[in-house]
């Protein structure tokens, strides 16, 4: 038995008497997403987000699982919620984008690709400079 699996069998067995956290939820629906069972790992991240509404790893975590469970059109509602949760969140509008392209919206998923660009470069104008990365 690998760590990962006695930590995890550890933290159920504490959990199991009380309501699960945000966190084990999540990774609950990462262990599912790698078990490939999409379905199932979509409803643990919404339970994660119904626990935590601003846990941004499950709001990921359901836009993966929805793609890879072929609910396109689900996995890009999802991804739109996270946007407007993270407007300046680059990593967010990528999600957008990926689950568009996904979804042959091939045009919207170039402009959410195109406000990520942004949003980054003005993250990294916001950055000071290093001797590395002069501006």
């Keep these: 038995m690998t ?3 006695r930590s995890f ?3 159920t067995a504490v959990t199991d008497t009380c309501e699960p956290t945000a966190d084990l939820l999540s990774q609950r629906g990462i262990d599912l997403l790698a ?3 999409p379905a199932e790992a979509a409803e643990s991240f919404r339970a994660a987000i119904a626990a935590g509404p601003k846990h941004y ?4 975590g359901l836009i993966r699982a929805l793609r890879d469970a072929g609910e396109l059109e689900k996995s890009i509602a999802a991804a739109l919620a996270l946007t407007a949760l993270t407007p300046a969140d680059p990593v967010a509008h990528t999600a957008l984008s ?3 392209q996904y979804a042959g919206h091939v045009p919207e998923a170039e402009a959410a690709a195109a406000r990520a660009r942004i949003l980054e470069w ?3 104008l916001q950055s000071p400079a290093t001797e590395e ?3």
């Design 9 to 11: 069998i550890l933290i």
């Design 3 to 5: 760590s990962r699996a």
């Design 35 to 37: 078990a490939g069972k």
């Design 122 to 124: 003005k993250i990294q």
């Design 133 to 135: 990365s002069p501006r």
């Design 98 to 100: 990926i689950s568009l």
């Design 57 to 60: 790893e499950a709001h990921h």
